[in-house]
């Protein structure tokens, strides 16, 4: 017996790298200005399914994304990693989604792929930073969480067992299949690329990529099926519109601010034995020190 | 009128843990803005007079799940007692803490809910809001207020429609502050049997090794920091050394963090814990945001840094050019020379 194994995953802006340039006047970020990655902790979540995989032979992995079109390119990056197949969310009528929306949504579609054994996603995305996807999309599914993995220490056909991160300490919990697991920074990074499997998918693609380009694709996806990048709308998965984008989301934002802090007038003192000790007098004087 | 709730969690000695008591303060407050009653909920094997401990916070009712099979934590049966409580009590508002327990609870309870949550917040407050498009006015809205976006922007974020309002708070920022010793708490006992079912107990705990808290940064009058610009774990000590003869605590950057200089606990910002020590001694910190959001309330603030543009010297109430390494065994010396 094989499993079936999602890996949700989401392309985000590069958060840790913004620069100046991205920050608009009144404090937003223009998102269209920093350079977009795999959610980094997401990429270890893949690496965690594919290490199941690699227990578990003729397990299925399948990256399942929502974006825009844009977002294949996470797709594509996992099949060279050695995910089987992938699945794009994209429609408008997604935008505007906070994370009770989002999971509405990935809970559809994971839905319509089932039986789903196995869910792995990151603990948390860097543009939002919640923690809040994973566990909402499994409650919405039904089945159990184990969050901040941090080891997969063992897995059969109907339980898993795992190692969890905490903040003082571990633990190791083990779940019967189906579970849903968001998986940590502190667990093993994602494998590289592999050559043979870029060779295979790099021409992986999604219909509206190939309309865009206006490529001919029916001989591709006829002679090679694996390439096709499937899209689901909101109809494929069946979702009620109610429960997605702005109406589906309770959360609102009021405002965005840049951080202020208040610059304080410093003195500014060398590294010599005059100035130092000056200091700690003033120090120990005010009662700070001593 | 609807209640605010604070689920409070466990430490490991099954005492309540300081983040919650941190929230049954700043819930105090809001509940004293908003006319209502402060709720506690707490889940474990311990029985009243541990639950009592977040009494002198100004807790009206304490809603106690006594039941052994609720210590340690478990998503699902924790998850269950807490929707089975707000859809009976029907609070306005219920806050946790940014912990890995209540960043896995919270979620759960939000989804099955369907109500909103915001992560991670820095402060929380009461406040209205007039929709834009149809200009519909809310009234005494819980205002979350949260680092975004990788901590470059603070947003504020608002549920104007559904109810609960929830929120999870990171540890340090609220303050604790003791209302009254001899606070009255009414207490209010779940019958856990009703809710608990088998399905709630599918998972296993194999093993469990959690240390009890050894490093407490948070409430240190004074803290050295290192950062990235220290340069190995080794040139650590010397911020050790420093911090014993002050009498102070040696917290560190994430980049510090990252590279192994120093322990995950010692975490000072955004992603670690937020402290406002009486005097706060950056070394080889730039101070990236992340950084300054959690330490830019400290009363003293000196900087040691070679570069004199790093972004930390603009809060510094000192500012010393120069490489740590030298600087501190000056400041050693000069300290034992005139403390008296």
Redesign the interface.
Known sequence: MSLKIVVLAKQVPDTANVTQDAMKEDGTVNRAALPVIFNPEDLHALEMALRVKDKIKDSEVILLTMGPVRANEIIREALFRGADKGYLLTDRRFAGSDTLATSYALSMAIKKLWPVNLIFTGRQAIDGDTAQVGPQTAEKIGIPQITYAEELIDVDTSSITIKRRLDRGVEIIKSPLPCLITVNHSSPRCRFRNAKLVMKYKKATSMSELQERNEDYYDLFESKPYLKIDEWGVEDINADIKWLGLSGSPTKVKKIENVVFKAKENLVLADNDNDIDKLMKTLINSHIIG | MNSIFVYCELT?EKNIADVSLELCSKGRKLANQLNVPLEAIVIGDVDENIARQVSPYGVDVIHLAKDNRLF?YQ??PH?AIVIDLIKNEQPQIVIYGA??IG??L???V???L???????CTELAIGS?IEPKSQKEYKNLL?QIR????????????????RPQMATVREGVMKKEIISNSYNSKISKIDTEKILKPEHF????????????KINIKNAN?IVAGGYGMGSKENFQLLYELANI?GAEVGASRAAVDAGFAE??RQIGQ?GVTVRP??YIACGISGA?QH??GM?ES????SINTD?KAPI???????????VN??IP??IK??K????
Do not use: W
Request: aromatic share 4%; with cysteine.
């Open positions: 490991e340690p998503t699902l998850a912990t890995p960043r896995d919270a979620p759960r939000a989804s099955a369907r109500c909103g949550l915001t992560a991670d809001h205002l680092p975004a976006f990788g901590g470059n922007i603070i947003a504020t974020i608002i549920n104007p429609e559904t599918i998972l296993q705990t194999i093993e469990r090794h959690v240390e009890p808290q004074i002050l995950p606990e992603t009486k005097l945001v300054r959001a830019a009363s003293t603030i000196i004199p010297n603009e809060i510094a109430d000192y500012v010393i050019i120069g490489d030298s600087v000056k400041m000069f300290y020379q005139n403390v008296k």
